[in-house]
Nanobody, 114 residues
Framework: QVQLVESGGGLVQAGGSLRFSCAASGMVFSIDAMGWYRQAPGKQRELVAVINRGGSTNYADSVKGRFTISRVSAMNWVYLQMNSLNPEDTAIYYC????????WGKGTLVTVSS
């Protein structure tokens, strides 16, 4: 009942920036929070950043101070600004929406070169 469409991945040099967006469609009123997870090669999927309807945010320790998540007033469009990227940020990033169940985007690859 909720579909997520991601954009913003790509190749960037170390120290550079990228901006992701994720748009939700369908029964967006049921969404309580949205954010991104990522999975690097050989690693488990981990939470990167999340924002709820009240605007509260939470970040992985590894991205605090570098990444910023934001949203429009309706919980159907969120942005992730990623600054000071390093090769450790290389991963597939998945948009996530939390409602009665979790919804997932298809994933977008970020590659950070040295």
């Amino acid at each position: 009942q909720v579909q997520l469409v991601e954009s913003g991945g790509g190749l960037v040099q170390a120290g550079g920036s990228l901006r992701f967006s994720c748009a939700a469609s369908g029964m967006v009123f049921s969404i309580d929070a949205m954010g991104w997870y990522r999975q690097a090669p050989g690693k488990q999927r981990e939470l990167v950043a999340v924002i709820n309807r009240g605007g509260s945010t939470n970040y992985a320790d590894s991205v605090k101070g570098r990444f910023t998540i934001s949203r429009v007033s309706a919980m159907n469009w969120v942005y992730l600004q990623m600054n000071s990227l390093n090769p450790e940020d290389t991963a597939i990033y998945y948009c996530n929406a939390q409602g009665a169940i979790h919804y997932w985007g298809k994933g977008t690859l970020v590659t950070v070169s040295s």
